[in-house]
């Protein structure tokens, strides 16, 4: 019996040391911005682990999701690394914008990630992205949550990946539209695009959802015994230090690696102070 117990101890330490080793750390760090050249300091993440996703793609984890982006407090340009100074020029008419300006004081830095892409011509994949991280800075905030979820479906409905063709459902879901939703995924159950794991369950777990008319966010396997999830077993993705801009990579949704973001992005997020632009 006191075996038993110290076994589950031993257990649980074990556990909490794997947690604590891979925590979700944050520094402080200083930016220069290469619209307006003011200098200011911002909370980034150090690093973190993500050991699974939610339907929407979200990381779960000791983990920022998404990673945090400096703003500049006076011009409010997001400082996205690999942004070239032709790039920032061609941002100037944006950010001179009242709606640019009003969304910086009421909305989620990465709608104004989105805007900035969107703006520099951008595939609507890509934007659309942005937005679908804006919305999981939305917690608790369900009118700029739908926002961000209305702005990513007709972006994202432009690629024919399937992580976007699967994540359209899922968005349909969110946004009430069961019928719509229901119907997609059943196409998509018979293409075989998705005839391979882990597709089948994905889209039988979606299903069962739209049949409850359930729209809220959930893990995208459900949860075994007492961990919320397996985090000691199934560390999936490490954030270091200036990590990439679309650091979340998961074996659940195999597709996600053929997203091009880093690529297309030039760089990462997270411009250094000195960095030359
Ligand atoms: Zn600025």
Known sequence: MNGTRAARKLRSLLLFAAFAASAHTLRVEKFTCPNDGTQFEATMDASGTSWGRR???KPEGAIAAP??????????????NGLRKEEVEKLRPLLASAEYQQDAKDHPSYFLVAAVLESLGKPPATVGYAYLQASWQCDGKPE???EAL???????????????????GELLRQLERFDEATQHFRSLMADPSFAQPPWPSLIARELKLLAA?????????PTRGQQPFSFAHNPIAHVTPGAAIFPERTPLLPGLDGLAFPHELDGKLGARAGRAL
Request: with cysteine; glycine share 0%.
């Open 55 to 57: 339907l929407d793609l």
């Open 144 to 146: 700029l949550y739908r």
């Open 150 to 168: 209305e702005r990513t479906l007709p972006r994202i409905e432009q690629s024919n990946k399937p992580d976007f063709r699967f994540l359209r």
């Open 67 to 80: 990673s945090r982006v400096p703003v500049c407090p006076v011009c409010h340009l997001p400082l996205i």
């Open 213 to 221: 008319k359930d729209r809220m966010p959930h893990q995208a396997q």
